[in-house]
């Protein structure tokens, strides 16, 4: 059964940091562009950064710069480096195949709040 588990979200200020995780198991993510997702009460989900088999990225303007994407091949995890958090980056993220249509996990939620 494929399966992804996101965590280390939590509560930060504006400015600062997070790292996200995403543990996949029942498929091997290093096959598969992997990509991070957010949604945001009321919004629909968005791909915010993803991350080829050969390692290229790729990221929304609302991120670029500040969100890198990486990952661990043989921990079959993929990471979210998450700096400069905003206000608006307040959202449960998930991590999902770009081109896979398995079940989404639950997300980490993420609040930025002063």
């Known amino acids: 059964q494929v399966q992804f588990v996101e965590s280390g979200g939590g509560l930060v200020q504006p400015g600062g940091s997070l790292r996200l995780s995403c543990a996949a198991s029942g498929i091997n993510a290093s096959d598969y562009t992997m990509g991070w997702y957010r949604q945001a009460p009321g919004n629909q989900r968005e791909l915010v950064a993803g991350?080829?088999?050969?390692?290229?990225?790729h990221y929304s303007d609302s991120v670029k710069g500040r969100f890198t994407i990486s990952r661990d091949n043989a921990k079959n995890t993929v990471y979210l480096q998450m700096n400069s958090l905003k206000l608006e980056d307040t959202a449960v993220y998930y991590c999902h195949p770009i081109s896979r249509v398995d079940p989404w996990g639950q997300g980490t939620q993420v609040t930025v709040s002063s």
């Open positions: 991350i080829t088999r050969d390692y290229r990225t």
